[in-house]
């Protein structure tokens, strides 16, 4: 039988990382904002507002209006009246479109004020698809990765790309409509204001004057570094955190990002909110299916963000070798005869061809050519691009990786980027290491 702690037992008998939380009192009490059309969800959002007040510990509600039509209520802290200005044009016959882009950058306007002031810890809204459209859109350009974001929507079940892009909104399927309570969706709403305020309260303890985070070794002198990574790259990303951890403990903290679009994305995105000190980008597929149409392009922006913010870089070729589609029968008509690996039953993959491999060279010659000396190099694993294209492997293909090979080789001539052209293949794990401590070294 089990015996229960009792309080006069010593704390040596508690895990040190939950011993070790400080109690805080907090100068001020949490804060979460909810932003809804009031107009259209007014009897949803009042519950949802109730059930955040009714929490414990305390938390205190600003509800955000983003309705068409303006409404007057007691629950409504920032009407509809106060987040437009006189130049905006009259709500009441604008476009749904229109409509929804102007009460959205007027939404993210105003969480970009009350989040530089410190005033809210967390946000949280309901509706379905035109405000989760709205508010998604607002969050993300409003509100930075990490802090506290949750929509509970009609569309959650979805394909919820779209809105959540390169942020990280948490969605919650509604089940069923916002559209006057009942027992299903009062449900919902209760465990959502319950999400909201346990992460909005983490987030004010962890960002708060007194901060309340599990103690840990100091990170003030260590640096980010985001890498880049594959199913077919793992082992060559394995071996750099292995060998970071192990020669430079303590000093660098590595951010991995899976190619499959949004992750280039929300690395970009990260790159450009300052909160990268390096990048190892070993992985750049995502540039093959922009190129050809696949299903896991990053969109035209790939490459931009570290030259642009002048942080060291070292690119590689990891899986430009390949283009991603879903399952077999998913792959364009146009593409017929070429050659196709099945991944799994839900991913197809297509060996990039002479003419892709020149289109993706050049894509990232233009990219990274003004990058300023020192700053970004590029290295070529001439022994295979991934798991499937070295020596013996399904994808292997010399002529066509040498097209690759010498575009990039005579495009960056001249210019200030270093190329490495090496014999080994990338996930060779000495390659792992050299390139690992490249990046280190650039970075001082």
């Excluded at 949803?44 to 109730?50: A, C, K, N, T, Y």
């Excluded at 991995?256 to 995105?269: K, L, N, P």
């Excluded at 196709?340 to 002479?354: G, Q």
């Excluded at 022994?383 to 090979?405: H, I, N, Q, T």
Aim: with cysteine; aromatic share 4%.
């Amino acid at each position: 039988m089990i015996r229960p702690m009792t309080l006069q037992e010593p704390l040596d008998l508690v895990p040190k990382e939950i011993a070790s939380i400080k109690v805080v009192k907090r100068d001020e009490m949490t804060t979460v904002a909810i932003v809804g059309t009031c107009d259209t969800k007014l009897q949803e959002l009042v519950f949802l507002r109730d059930r955040i007040l009714s929490h414990s510990p305390p938390v205190q509600v600003i509800l955000i209006d983003v309705g068409r039509h303006p409404v007057s209520h007691e629950a409504i802290a920032v009407p509809q009246t106060r987040l437009l200005t006189k130049d905006d044009p009259s709500v009441t016959s604008l476009p749904r479109g229109e409509l929804i882009k102007l009460m959205s950058d007027s939404a993210a306007s105003t969480l970009s004020e009350y989040f530089n002031q410190g005033r809210i810890h967390g946000v949280i809204a309901a509706g379905g698809s035109g405000n989760t459209s709205l508010v998604t859109a607002a969050m993300r350009s409003a509100l930075p990765i990490g802090f506290p974001k949750l929509v509970v929507s009609t569309v959650a079940s979805g394909d919820t790309a779209p809105y959540v892009g390169d942020s990280d909104i948490a969605m919650l399927y509604s089940v069923v409509d916002v559209a006057g309570l009942n027992s299903v969706l009062r449900s919902i709403l209760i465990n959502a204001a319950a999400m909201i305020c346990g992460a909005a309260i983490a987030y004010h303890d962890q960002t708060g004057p007194h901060s309340a985070r599990v103690s840990s070794d100091n990170t003030e002198n260590t640096k980010t570094i985001a890498i880049t990574m594959f199913g077919v790259t793992t082992p060559c990303v394995d071996a750099i955190r292995a060998h970071l951890d192990t020669k430079y403990p303590g000093r660098l903290e590595t951010l991995v990002f899976h190619a499959t679009g949004t992750g280039g994305r929300a690395m970009e995105r990260l790159i450009g909110d300052g909160r990268i000190d390096g990048v190892l980008d070993l992985t750049t597929t995502e540039i093959c299916d922009l190129v050809a149409g696949g299903n896991m392009s990053a969109g035209p922006d790939r490459l931009s963000a570290a030259v642009f913010k002048e942080i060291p870089c070292v690119v590689s070729l990891g899986a430009l070798d390949m283009v991603n589609f879903g399952p077999r029968a998913t792959v364009p008509e146009r593409y017929a005869g070429r050659k196709l690996y099945e991944h799994n039953p839900a991913v197809t993959l297509m060996r990039v061809d002479a003419d892709e491999a020149r289109q993706v060279g050049e894509f990232i010659v233009e990219k990274l050519k003004t990058a300023e000396a020192g700053k970004v190099e590029v290295w070529i694993p001439k022994g295979g691009l991934s798991l499937l294209s070295k020596s013996g492997a399904a994808f292997e293909d010399s002529e066509v990786d040498e097209v690759l090979f010498r575009t990039l080789r005579n495009g960056f001539e001249g210019t200030a980027v270093r190329v490495v052209e090496d014999q080994r293949d990338i996930n060779d794990e000495e390659f792992a290491r050299d390139i690992a401590d490249a990046l280190v070294s650039m970075m001082g």
